[in-house]
């Protein structure tokens, strides 16, 4: 199983748009790093985000490069101040390929208690992904690549 954490794009500041929707950078660039992740073999079976715009928009582009044909959902457990011990239990329960779209901290605190068990230290890239895989159903990770945003 292979998991692809997403860090959502540049979005516009809220005094610009309340809802943060990405700015044109930020579109551009997640649709870059979306392709770039298809070209490194990404096709997730199922596409999450976390019902922000920013995310969700992030979320879409990275659907349309890497498999347009996988789930497309919003779902619960990815806002920026979620435990990410809920999303890990999550994942334990899955066997499909999944892309996460998600936030600041919330995903480099996921990253670090999936590779390390949550040690401090693990870096995220910015508006990038960094994909994972474990071999015993979730019980231990570790990076296959990573794109900066």
Same mark, same amino acid.
């Not at 079976?45 to 890497?66: M, N």
């Not at 101040?81 to 996921?110: K, N, T, V």
């Given at each position: 199983?292979?998991?692809?954490?997403?860090?959502?794009g540049v979005a516009v500041g809220p005094e610009e748009d309340p809802r943060r929707p990405l700015s044109a950078v930020g579109l551009a660039n997640?649709?870059?790093?979306?392709?770039?992740?298809?070209?490194?073999?990404?096709?997730?079976?199922?596409?999450?985000?976390?019902?922000?715009?920013?995310?969700?928009?992030?979320?879409?582009?990275?659907?349309?490069?890497?498999?347009?044909?996988?789930?497309?959902?919003?779902?619960?457990? @990815?806002?920026? !101040? /979620?435990?990410?011990?809920?999303? $890990?239990?999550?994942? =334990?329960?899955?066997?499909?390929?999944i892309a996460i779209a998600g936030h600041f901290p919330h995903l480099p605190?996921?990253?670090?208690?999936?590779?390390?068990?949550?040690?401090?230290?693990?870096?995220?890239?910015?508006?990038?992904?960094?994909? @994972?895989?474990? !071999? /015993?159903?979730?019980?231990?990770? $570790?990076?296959?690549? =990573?794109?900066?945003?």
């Amino acid at each position: 199983m292979r998991v692809y954490l997403v860090h959502h794009g540049v979005a516009v500041g809220p005094e610009e748009d309340p809802r943060r929707p990405l700015s044109a950078v930020g579109l551009a660039n997640a649709a870059r790093v979306a392709g770039r992740a298809a070209a490194l073999g990404a096709k997730p079976d199922v596409v999450w985000h976390s019902g922000k715009l920013r995310a969700k928009q992030t979320a879409q582009e990275f659907w349309r490069a890497c498999n347009a044909l996988a789930e497309f959902a919003v779902t619960k457990d @990815l806002q920026p !101040d /979620d435990p990410p011990q809920w999303m $890990r239990d999550r994942l =334990r329960a899955e066997s499909r390929d999944i892309a996460i779209a998600g936030h600041f901290p919330h995903l480099p605190r996921l990253l670090a208690l999936l590779t390390t068990g949550g040690e401090a230290g693990v870096e995220f890239p910015i508006n990038g992904v960094v994909a @994972l895989v474990t !071999d /015993d159903e979730g019980e231990t990770w $570790r990076e296959l690549w =990573r794109i900066d945003g």
